[in-house]
Each structure stands twice: as structure tokens, then as C-alpha cells.
């Protein structure tokens, strides 16, 4: 591929030379970045390549230690998002910056200088509840932040800034959590704002995406620029991954074919509430095998999180029935679950999958400490501890300078190897596995993906609750499909139709639908 710059528009925004520094890291190493008015400018590198600490300089969150800004030809210096913001440029981040107990509105509202006295907070709810349904970005305005799932989290950060009137909006990860459907609406929103002179920086690790919607692309690997401003007219995802990494990159995993084995899970009519006193899962009927992939399609914030949470023991359920083997673990504690050998890799990896303040070592002895050879009665043994985290950082590739590094200072890929060494080190007899790429580089796919069909082969069941439909397409053996709780499709991965599966995610109807049961039958 062609790495020569494109014809550029004219410039929206233009970075020069800019640099900053954390302690024993160079994030950016003199950086040139433009940005072109009506334009979407996707930025590619790996985790760690300096993308998002280029971005968090452009928007005020960090000041470069060199180099300069210009936003509209004019020489610019913000010390914070709100400069950013006041210039008409906001950043939609890949961790959200949300209030938990504020509703959606609220958290909207934060920052401005309107209203200052008093809040007539029904008109702001029709406000934002008008200015999401005008971009597609479906989400009650009145819920609390702690009471939504992830996508819809997001979906408020990209109202945020809507709402406070973005001509250049910097989107990190925007996809991430969006069926189909809903990105191509993304897409469509954001055709809509550059045709009427609008800027965007698309950050993604999805290529096809990148290749779909941007009009260029620079590339980052380490702090630095390896291409810049390319056209993606004529480039290639392959070109691009390759871009990335310095190398090339096997996108597709062989898969062996499936051979059924015992039922590991069964869940019977399963029924839970959200965090809202909500019907969150309504009558679901599982049964997964070992050895055997279940990917569990659907939108954001349709009954998936409450899913992962009832298997593993971090959420009641109100009625039905879940078992391990025959062991029940329906209302139990995470501890039983454990005992029953379910391991779990959360979508949150700071919030639940790990302790980010803790070291590495510590981390990956979370589900081991009571057991020898780390537990020594009442004591642990350091020596032991190391010696296993130590095997654990070569084994899964952790790229951390010692076991001794705090968890909160890797990168997401890194951190995902980490809680990966850690529950497949359990020996797992089911992996429950939501979002487990989500924000995770081309290379990093691979890697996950690799082990968890290296999991498959060890007989062991897995549940991969993935909002990416190519993730769960490429690695499913069966393909479930839940919309407001309930189970409304099960399919056959080799025979599945991407638009029917599409369609099921957003409530629609499919044109011959098939019962669960039966589809469980034929495939089990």
C-alpha cells in the first residue's frame, strides 16, 4: 500500500511538532497531525502507540510539553476540555468521564453556564431526548448513569457534546459497542456533520469501519507518525493493520469444527431485574456444551450485562434455574461460582476485572491466593507469588516492566492479557467473556481470540457476550440472540444470516422465524 500523503482541504485543525512526556515514557514524540475541514480523519495505531494522549492534548486534557496548536488557523492553548469546548472541539472518550448518580440530563447539563438559578428540568429532558432521537442515540434521559450498560454510557458522552454545539469532534472507540445497524446509523450522523462543514477524528481498531467512513488516515506506532494523511480510497484492511504493527497480520483464525460434548450450563427460564427495578432477562432458556463457543448477540443495554452478572454471581435472579455441571449457582455468591470453576472476563476491566492500584502479581493471584502453592496457611508466600506471576507475564505475552507494576499503568491490551492469564489459569469448566476486545488493537484481537479458542479445546464452555457481530460470527459455534431480555433467535453459526441476526437484534421480525428450542435441538 501507498503510503503518500493525500491532497489535503483545508485545515480545521493542525498540529506541529508536539511532544509530551510521562515519567520514563515519550507518549509523543513530535507529532504533526491535520485534521481538514468536512472531514473524517481516522486515527490507527496499536494500545499504547500515543493516539489517545495526542487526542487528550487537542482537547485540553493534557498540556504538551512542545509543539503547537492551531484550530481554524489560529494559534490556540488550552488548559482545559472547557477551552476545547468554548473553540467548538469536544472528545468522546473510550473510559467515560459520567457522574454515576446524575441522570442522563444532568450529566449533560454539567459545566454549562445555563441554567444558573433554576433548573426546569422537564424541558431539558425533552431537549436531550429531541437531540438524541435526531441523531440515533436511543437512551432515556431521566435513567441514572449507574443504571446503564456501557453502550449507552456511551451514547451520552456523544450527546454531551452535541449538545453543547461540536464542530470538531474527536470519537474514541465510537463502535465499540453498537450492532450493526446502529454504527451504520453512526455513519450516518456523521456524513450528515462533515457535508455541513463539521470535522471528525475517528479513533478505531475496527478497520473495515475505518475503511467504510473516513476519508484519510494517519497511523501511529510508539509515539510516532509512520503515515500520515494517507487517502483510504485504494488501501486495504490488510494495509492498514500492517501500518500498525510494522508487520504483517493474520486476521482469521482457523476454527476446528465443533463436536458436541456434556451440557456444562443450563439455565432454565431464567428471570432477572436491571438496576432499575427493570425486567432485565425474561424467561431464558440455555444450555451450552463443553468444548462449544455461545455468542450472545444484541444491542447494548438488552438484558447481556444482567446475563454475565447471573451467571457468575454478582446479580440475583428472580425466578429460574442455573447449573455448573448439575450444580446449582443461581443465587449464589461469586465465591460459589468460582468453586464451580466459572471464570469471567467483565466488559469492565478497571471497575470489576481488576484492581488497578494493585500490582500485576496481584492481580493475576486474585482467584489462587487461598490455594497452595501461593497460600501458606494463614500466610502467602512472596517467593511463590512471584515465581507465578512471573510464568503467568512470559506465558500471556503482559508486557509490564515487572510483576510489580500497577495494574492501572498497562495498556487495555495488556490489562485484557492479564485478567485472561488469570481466569484461564483457573481451568475454567465455563468462561463467561463480555466485550473481551472491546477497544483492543488489531494484534490484540488475534491474541484474545487465539486463546479463547484454545479454551474451546480444553473442553471447556464458553459464554462470549460480544455487541461486535464479526467477533461473534468468526468464533461462535451457536449464536443467541437476546432483544429486551428475551431469547429471540438461536442459530447455527455455519448456517447464520448476518441480516436476520441484525434484524433480531432491533426487534424486528424475521421472515421465518424459528423457535429456540427447536433451534437448540438441531444444533445440540
Sequence with gaps: MSAAPAAAPPLAVAMRGIVKRFPGVVANDGV????????????????????????NVLDGLYRPDAGEIL?????????SPRDAIAAGLGMVHQHFALVPTQTVTENVLIGLDRPRFRIDIRRYDDEVADLAARHGLTVDPRARIWQLSVGEQQRVEILKMLYRGARILILDEPTAVLAPQEAQDLFRTLRSMVADGASVVFISHKLGEVAQIADRVTVMRRGTVTAAGVAIAGTTTA?????????????????????????????????AESDRG??????????????????????????????????????????????????????????????QHVAHVPEDRTGVGTAPNLSVADNLIMKTYRDAPVSRRWSIDTGAVRRFASRLRETYSIAAPTVDTEARLLSGGNLQRLILAREIESNPRLMVAVQPTRGLDVGAIVTVHRLLLDQRQTGSATILISEDLDEILALADRIAVLYEGRLVGLFSAAEADVAEIGLRMTGGTASSPAEPDTATQAVS
Design 32 to 55: 504533526d497531525f491535520d485534521l481538514g475541514v468536512g472531514e473524517i480523519h481516522a486515527l490507527l495505531g496499536e494500545n499504547g502507540a500515543g493516539k489517545s494522549t495526542l487526542m
Design 71 to 79: 484550530v481554524r488557523g489560529q494559534r490556540v492553548e488550552f488548559r
Design 239 to 271: 494495509g492498514l493493520a500492517r501500518l500498525m504493527v510494522g508487520r504483517d497480520v493474520v486476521e482469521t483464525i482457523e476454527r476446528t469444527p465443533f463436536v458436541p460434548g456434556p451440557v456444562v450450563l443450563a439455565m432454565r427460564d431464567v428471570e
Design 278 to 339: 427493570l425486567p432485565a432477562l425474561r424467561g431464558v432458556s440455555l444450555e451450552v456444551r463443553s468444548g462449544e463457543i455461545l455468542g450472545v448477540a444484541g444491542v447494548a443495554g438488552n438484558g447481556q450485562s444482567e446475563l454475565a452478572q447471573v451467571l457468575t454471581g454478582l446479580r440475583h435472579c428472580s425466578r429460574g434455574s442455573v447449573t455448573v455441571n448439575g450444580a446449582e449457582i443461581a443465587n449464589r455468591t461469586p465465591r460459589d461460582a468460582i468453586s
